[in-house]
C-alpha cells in the first residue's frame, strides 16, 4: 500500500459553487500509478466547503447555492458578526455540506459517477483563495 499527499492553493472564487475536479486532477499527476485506493480532499477553511454533486448541468451549482441561502441566510441575527455579515452563515454552510469529500480510485483514475463532479462551495463574498489537502492512499502498479 502507498500513500501520497500534496496541497493545492486554489485560485478565488466568487461566492457560490464552483467545478474544482480539474484542479485536483490538475495537482494529481501521480494518480495514474494506483489501481485501487481512495482520494480524500479536505478544505482547510471554515467558510467554504467540498460536496460531489452534477456535472453537466450549469443550473445545478447556482440552485444549490440558492438553497444554501435559503437554509442560512446571511440577515440572521448572528452573534459572530466580527468577520462581516456573510461570515457566520459561511459557517453555517460549511458545517452543513462538509470539509471533505472521498472519492474511489480505479485504474489510474477516480471513480466518480458518469454525471459527478467535485465542487467548491465558496460561501462568502470575498472568501480568498482557498487550500485543499490532497491524500491518496491505495494500491499501486507492481
Not at 64 to 84: M, S, V
Not at 99 to 108: A, E, F, L, Y
Request: hydrophobic fraction near 40%; charge should be negative; proline fraction near 5%.
Amino acid at each position: 500500500m502507498s500513500w501520497f499527499q500534496t496541497e493545492v492553493l486554489l485560485p478565488q472564487f466568487s461566492r457560490g459553487c464552483h467545478m474544482i475536479t480539474r484542479h485536483i486532477l490538475d495537482a494529481l499527476p501521480e494518480l495514474g500509478k494506483f489501481q485501487v485506493g481512495l482520494l480524500h480532499v479536505f478544505i482547510q477553511h471554515t467558510s467554504a466547503s467540498l460536496t460531489i454533486n452534477e456535472n453537466a448541468d450549469a443550473d445545478v451549482p447556482l440552485d444549490l447555492d440558492r438553497a444554501l441561502a435559503g437554509i442560512a441566510p446571511d440577515d440572521l441575527p448572528y452573534r459572530h458578526t466580527i468577520e462581516g455579515p456573510d461570515d457566520m452563515s459561511g459557517h453555517v454552510k460549511a458545517s452543513l455540506m462538509g470539509s471533505s469529500v472521498s472519492v474511489p480510485i480505479r485504474d489510474g483514475r477516480l471513480s466518480l459517477g458518469t454525471w459527478q463532479g467535485i465542487y467548491l462551495c465558496e460561501h462568502r463574498r470575498h472568501g480568498g483563495r482557498r487550500r485543499l489537502v490532497l491524500t491518496v492512499h491505495g494500491q499501486t502498479e507492481a
